[in-house]
């Protein structure tokens, strides 16, 4: 669904809140913000992305603070520059962030589980038995 947000167009239904509270700097929030609109095809290669003052409007942060972050995934190679353009999502750039976030989010999530339930002392099978009830949607009661 396409929609206005003030006088920016955006493509998602609602626009996430910045946790301002969060160990994780705002920059890399917006950064991984845009990951998630790459991931979920809202923003496709060679599409141009948000300007660092429309990113600012959207999220009422700073606009050196949302270049900070457009800057970060154009060093990964996520986006690359047109001169007097803007930014726009880099060929690969969906697979990479894929790729990424398995790497670093995912197997750190799964050592941080299986360690967990060793203190817990889970066995194997209880612990797949819990994956699975929350991958149908168990474990969210």
């Not at 660092?52 to 995934?73: C, D, H, R, S, V």
């Not at 880099?90 to 299986?114: H, Q, S």
């Not at 797949?128 to 991958?135: V, Y």
Request: contains cysteine; proline residues 2%.
């Amino acid at each position: 669904m396409v929609h206005y947000y003030t006088n920016v167009l955006c493509t998602r239904e609602a626009i996430p809140i910045l946790d301002t509270d969060s160990m994780k700097p705002i920059y890399v929030q917006i950064a991984e913000w845009i990951e998630s609109e790459i991931i979920s095809g809202n923003l496709g290669t060679d599409e141009k992305v948000y300007s660092q003052y429309q990113l600012a409007e959207m999220f009422t942060i700073n606009p050196a603070t949302a270049a900070k972050g457009l800057n970060l995934l154009a060093e990964e190679n996520i986006l690359y520059k047109k001169r007097g353009l803007g930014m726009f999502v880099a060929a690969g750039a969906r697979d990479a962030i894929i790729e990424k976030r398995k790497n670093e989010t995912l197997k750190g999530l799964v050592r941080e589980l299986v360690i967990e339930a060793n203190r817990l002392n889970i066995n194997r099978n209880e612990l797949i038995g819990m994956i699975e009830a929350a991958e149908m949607g168990e474990g969210e009661k």
